[in-house]
């Protein structure tokens, strides 16, 4: 079993930056793809970013491509997301999970439904 813990949310300016971190526990994770999704109110579950197992590939929406970025640690067991330039739309709870399915495109990638755990969240709020 994984246990997914995120952290790195807060209250942030537009325009300003933010890490998030997600610390895995069990030892799946080094063979597991890890996504970051979001959820503003009102609204659906989001893909925002995912990245390989290997760490070689990475994947985004187009509404955050070019601002965030994933990586991850495989020694710490931890996936970050560095969030630049970000703007009042961004705001939402932001969520890690993980895979262990191997997946080939970008699709199969933002499918929430085909990651296996997740994390309690972390709120984003960016002000305007």
């Known amino acids: 079993q994984v246990q997914l813990v995120e952290s790195g949310g807060g209250l942030v300016q537009d325009g300003g930056s933010l890490r998030l971190s997600c610390a895995a526990s069990g030892r799946i994770f080094s063979s597991s793809a890890m996504g970051w999704f979001r959820q503003a109110p009102g609204k659906e579950r989001e893909f925002v970013a995912a990245?390989?197992?290997?760490?070689?590939?990475?994947y985004y929406s187009s509404s955050v491509k070019g601002r965030f970025t994933i990586s991850r640690d495989s020694a710490k067991n931890t996936v970050y997301l560095q969030m630049n330039s970000l703007k009042p739309e961004d705001t939402a709870v932001y969520y890690c999970a993980g895979k262990r399915i191997r997946c080939t495109d970008y699709g199969c990638y933002a499918r929430s439904d085909l990651y296996d755990y997740w994390g309690q969240g972390t709120q984003v709020t960016v002000s305007s």
């Open positions: 990245i390989t197992w290997s760490g070689d590939i990475t």
